[in-house]
């Protein structure tokens, strides 16, 4: 979705005319599947009423002005869709205004492509550098790769939040550089749901980027879910789309490996985890969630362990979900915005 | 009470009067002045509580040597806190009594606890009779933020804090028609203006205001105290810091949060040590959510610039250290290893 990524790159306000802004500028309008996809959106309206009204979901982003939000509902309102939810954000200090807006409709009323040039014309107007719509129900599932290392608890909650539709997502395909043998529950998990799993061993001076970013091409953004490898500067310029980690600790605190032995020699009263897009800096990109738990001396080290991967697990679905209903939105360098 | 400085120091005990097992059986001035911890004793009319705390070597009948003492002297336990760490042969024992002054005065309790203490050659070993113990005599050092201080001496004053406040001190002037400065004149608190250079934190005097006290407290006062003063004060310090330790250490944590995008603020009350917000830990709060439930902090949190951060921030260190000296007062923290506290 290159939410992220485009706000870091700062490239000209050129936007794609694909309907949203998945693909790097130059792609031409992506042929819409013929069956829409089979689960339905678990975003928060999910109900969308009567038969063939499907849920959109639009969000803006662009220099303050006056009538942003009239425009777009007007929008909206003149093709019969019905808004549920908007949320609207203009920080206090900075001239930006956000918007995301669910609204309803029917697409017999509203085409898909007239709904992409309508709000096209709308980031026009307003010199909008984001500006995406997307219907759950019509629109292709984002396409993730997951990235995992040794400890899988969190790619295993994943890969069952995908398989229970909590997670509207398609997998393309799970790489570790751990080797995990046929019988385990993981493989023979993703065997039946025919997802290829690549087992990429690293080494200090390999760390097999290059085969990484074939296998992830085609992805709209990775999970690193507990993937204990730095991705290189290179690797995220060459793959150029956002990248969503998970840490079992609450950032800034405990940074890199172990935080949950850091936390509990540092004997702090609460623990956390953080789910943040990767940037070069380890463990230093915008935040988009955290988690957080209490612990006592009555804890020890095995408590802090199971605490914190019970709150990964949360916290890197929650951020996940989060993304892929566009709640997550870049906010200067270091931020993000989640409605 | 000196809980930290003495585990790091392990020197000889002297403990301060308010309260303590005594080296030698004195005869303690029954104080019945109420404090904010009397519990109600069912059944026992002029029951006093008492608390006791205790950590030694881990053994087989402590538990069952401590609860005979206090039975054997007509004691009712009213609550146990045990605690052993998986790793360690430690034992923490907390617990709170009611009894009747007659039938134990003060001073043999010292001598029972005494005894118990020896023979399990405990390293700690506490007993404090709220209702009969000279309050904690504390000094409070505060700069030109006041939002700690205030709810210090108001929880003083509605009697939520045990304390005695023998004195304010700042290194911030603050002229006599303040809310604070009246406070104090009123209540008869000596407030004592030490203003501060980079070449001179006062600390020879700030230690002569402050022999007295039991312990110190630190209410988002901005010097820091030097390893010296340290050694040379013995006791304990709680500080309050307006970050969740050990992220943003040092000055702003509220502007290095708000710059960072984190989703969750928060606040920790800790043991001042050398190392700048460094020592152990005894509270630790969140922005907005009860402490005690699982915190989340992602959508919404934008909608907070840097005065609502720090209006949060202030909130939250707030109760954080009432919390913290409220635990300290009531015996509930003891260390733990180096940098850590058990808070029953």
Same mark, same amino acid.
């Given at each position: 979705?290159?939410?992220?990524?485009?706000?870091?790159?700062?490239?000209?306000?050129?936007?794609?005319?694909?309907? =949203?802004?998945?693909?790097?500028?130059?792609?031409?309008?992506?042929?819409?599947?013929?069956?829409? =996809?089979?689960?339905?959106?678990?975003?928060?309206?999910?109900?969308?009423?009567?038969?063939?009204?499907?849920?959109?979901?639009?969000?803006?982003? =662009?220099?303050?002005?006056?009538?942003?939000?009239?425009?777009?509902?007007?929008?909206?309102?003149?093709?019969?869709?019905?808004?549920?939810?908007?949320?609207?954000?203009?920080?206090?200090?900075?001239?930006?205004?956000?918007?995301?807006?669910?609204?309803?409709?029917?697409?017999?009323?509203?085409?898909?492509?007239?709904?992409?040039?309508?709000?096209?014309?709308?980031?026009?107007?307003?010199?909008?550098?984001?500006?995406?719509?997307?219907?759950?129900?019509?629109?292709?599932?984002?396409?993730?790769?997951?990235?995992?290392?040794?400890?899988?608890?969190?790619?295993?909650?994943?890969?069952?939040?995908?398989?229970?539709?909590?997670?509207?997502?398609?997998?393309?395909?799970?790489?570790?550089?751990?080797?995990?043998?046929?019988?385990?529950?993981?493989?023979?998990?993703?065997?039946?749901?025919?997802?290829?799993?690549?087992?990429?061993?690293?080494?200090?001076?390999?760390?097999?980027?290059?085969?990484?970013?074939?296998?992830?091409?085609?992805?709209?953004?990775?999970?690193?879910?507990?993937?204990?490898?730095?991705?290189?500067?290179?690797?995220?310029?060459?793959?150029?789309?956002?990248?969503?980690?998970?840490?079992?600790?609450?950032?800034?605190?405990?940074?890199?490996?172990?935080?949950?032995?850091?936390?509990?020699?540092?004997?702090?009263?609460?623990?956390?985890?953080?789910?943040?897009?990767?940037?070069?800096?380890?463990?230093?990109?915008?935040?988009?969630?955290?988690?957080?738990?209490?612990?006592?001396?009555?804890?020890?080290?095995?408590?802090?362990?199971?605490?914190?991967?019970?709150?990964?697990?949360?916290?890197?679905?929650?951020?996940?979900?989060?993304?892929?209903?566009?709640?997550?939105?870049?906010?200067?360098?270091?931020?993000?915005?989640?409605? | 009470?000196?809980?930290?400085?003495?585990?790091?120091?392990?020197?000889?005990?002297?403990?301060?009067?308010?309260?303590?097992?005594?080296?030698?059986?004195?005869?303690?001035?029954?104080?019945?002045?109420?404090?904010?911890?009397?519990?109600?004793?069912?059944?026992?009319?002029?029951?006093?509580?008492?608390?006791?705390?205790?950590?030694?070597?881990?053994?087989?009948?402590?538990?069952?040597?401590?609860?005979?003492?206090?039975?054997?002297?007509?004691?009712?336990?009213?609550?146990?806190?045990?605690?052993?760490?998986?790793?360690?042969?430690?034992?923490?024992?907390?617990?709170?009594?009611?009894?009747?002054?007659?039938?134990?005065?003060? +001073?043999?309790?010292?001598?029972?606890?005494?005894?118990?203490?020896?023979?399990?050659?405990?390293?700690?070993?506490?007993?404090?009779?709220?209702?009969?113990?000279?309050?904690?005599?504390?000094?409070?050092?505060?700069?030109?933020?006041?939002?700690?201080?205030?709810?210090?001496?108001?929880?003083?004053?509605?009697?939520?804090?045990?304390?005695?406040?023998?004195?304010?001190?700042?290194?911030?002037?603050?002229?006599?028609?303040?809310?604070?400065?009246?406070?104090?004149?009123?209540?008869?608190?000596?407030?004592?203006?030490?203003?501060?250079?980079?070449?001179?934190?006062?600390?020879?005097?700030?230690?002569?205001?402050?022999?007295?006290?039991?312990?110190?407290?630190?209410?988002?006062?901005?010097?820091?105290?030097?390893?010296?003063?340290?050694?040379?004060?013995?006791?304990?310090?709680?500080?309050?810091?307006?970050?969740?330790?050990?992220?943003?250490?040092?000055?702003?944590?509220?502007?290095?949060?708000?710059?960072?995008?984190?989703?969750?603020?928060?606040?920790?009350?800790?043991?001042?040590?050398? +190392?700048?917000?460094?020592?152990?830990?005894?509270?630790?709060?969140?922005?907005?959510?009860?402490?005690?439930?699982?915190?989340?902090?992602?959508?919404?949190?934008?909608?907070?610039?840097?005065?609502?951060?720090?209006?949060?921030?202030?909130?939250?260190?707030?109760?954080?250290?009432?919390?913290?000296?409220?635990?300290?007062?009531?015996?509930?923290?003891?260390?733990?290893?180096?940098?850590?506290?058990?808070?029953?």
């Amino acid at each position: 979705m290159l939410l992220f990524r485009r706000a870091l790159s700062s490239s000209s306000s050129k936007l794609p005319s694909a309907s =949203c802004l998945l693909r790097v500028p130059g792609d031409v309008v992506r042929p819409r599947p013929s069956n829409s =996809c089979g689960v339905t959106s678990t975003s928060s309206s999910s109900n969308a009423g009567g038969s063939g009204r499907k849920l959109g979901i639009h969000v803006l982003r =662009c220099p303050d002005a006056v009538g942003i939000v009239a425009k777009i509902s007007e929008c909206i309102a003149s093709h019969g869709g019905n808004i549920h939810d908007v949320d609207v954000f203009v920080p206090e200090d900075k001239r930006i205004f956000y918007s995301r807006s669910e609204f309803v409709f029917d697409p017999a009323n509203w085409a898909r492509e007239t709904m992409d040039t309508d709000f096209f014309n709308i980031s026009k107007l307003f010199n909008a550098d984001v500006s995406i719509v997307r219907v759950p129900d019509v629109d292709p599932k984002f396409k993730i790769a997951v990235l995992a290392s040794k400890q899988d608890h969190c790619l295993v909650d994943i890969l069952h939040g995908w398989h229970d539709g909590r997670l509207p997502v398609q997998i393309k395909c799970v790489i570790s550089n751990h080797e995990r043998a046929p019988k385990t529950h993981l493989v023979n998990f993703l065997e039946r749901d025919g997802i290829p799993y690549h087992c990429l061993k690293t080494t200090s001076e390999n760390k097999r980027e290059e085969e990484i970013l074939s296998l992830v091409e085609g992805t709209d953004f990775l999970v690193l879910a507990r993937y204990m490898q730095v991705l290189s500067a290179r690797f995220l310029k060459r793959y150029g789309k956002d990248v969503i980690n998970i840490h079992h600790g609450l950032l800034p605190s405990f940074k890199g490996i172990n935080p949950s032995r850091q936390a509990y020699n540092a004997g702090v009263k609460l623990i956390g985890a953080t789910s943040h897009f990767v940037t070069e800096p380890l463990d230093e990109g915008p935040i988009i969630e955290q988690m957080v738990e209490r612990v006592s001396h009555r804890d020890s080290l095995r408590s802090f362990v199971q605490k914190s991967e019970e709150l990964e697990k949360q916290c890197l679905v929650k951020a996940i979900k989060s993304y892929c209903e566009l709640r997550v939105l870049p906010d200067e360098l270091k931020k993000t915005v989640v409605f | 009470m000196l809980f930290l400085r003495r585990a790091i120091s392990s020197s000889n005990y002297s403990y301060s009067a308010s309260c303590a097992v005594r080296a030698s059986p004195v005869v303690v001035p029954s104080r019945c002045s109420s404090s904010g911890l009397s519990s109600s004793s069912p059944g026992v009319v002029d029951g006093k509580l008492g608390i006791h705390v205790f950590r030694c070597p881990d053994a087989v009948g402590i538990v069952a040597k401590i609860t005979e003492c206090i039975a054997s002297r007509g004691g009712n336990l009213h609550g146990v806190d045990v605690f052993v760490p998986e790793d360690k042969p430690i034992f923490y024992a907390r617990s709170e009594f009611v009894f009747d002054p007659a039938s134990w005065p003060r +001073e043999v309790m010292d001598i029972d606890f005494l005894h118990i203490k020896k023979l399990f050659n405990a390293d700690q070993s506490l007993v404090r009779v709220p209702g009969m113990d000279p309050k904690f005599k504390i000094a409070i050092l505060a700069s030109k933020q006041d939002h700690c201080l205030i709810d210090v001496l108001h929880g003083w004053q509605d009697g939520r804090l045990p304390v005695q406040i023998n004195c304010v001190i700042s290194n911030h002037k603050r002229a006599p028609n303040t809310h604070v400065i009246r406070f104090l004149e009123r209540n008869g608190v000596p407030y004592h203006y030490l203003p501060t250079t980079p070449g001179n934190k006062r600390e020879d005097e700030i230690l002569d205001l402050i022999g007295d006290s039991d312990f110190l407290v630190l209410a988002r006062y901005m010097q820091i105290l030097s390893g010296r003063f340290l050694r040379c004060y013995g006791k304990d310090i709680i500080n309050i810091h307006h970050g969740l330790l050990p992220s943003f250490k040092g000055g702003n944590p509220s502007r290095q949060a708000y710059d960072a995008g984190v989703k969750l603020i928060g606040a920790t009350s800790h043991f001042v040590t050398e +190392e700048l917000d460094e020592g152990p830990i005894i509270e630790q709060m969140m922005s907005d959510t009860d402490f005690g439930l699982s915190g989340t902090g992602g959508a919404g949190f934008h909608r907070d610039n840097l005065r609502s951060f720090v209006q949060k921030s202030e909130n939250l260190e707030k109760q954080c250290l009432a919390k913290a000296i409220r635990s300290y007062c009531e015996l509930r923290v003891l260390p733990y290893e180096v940098k850590k506290t058990v808070v029953f």
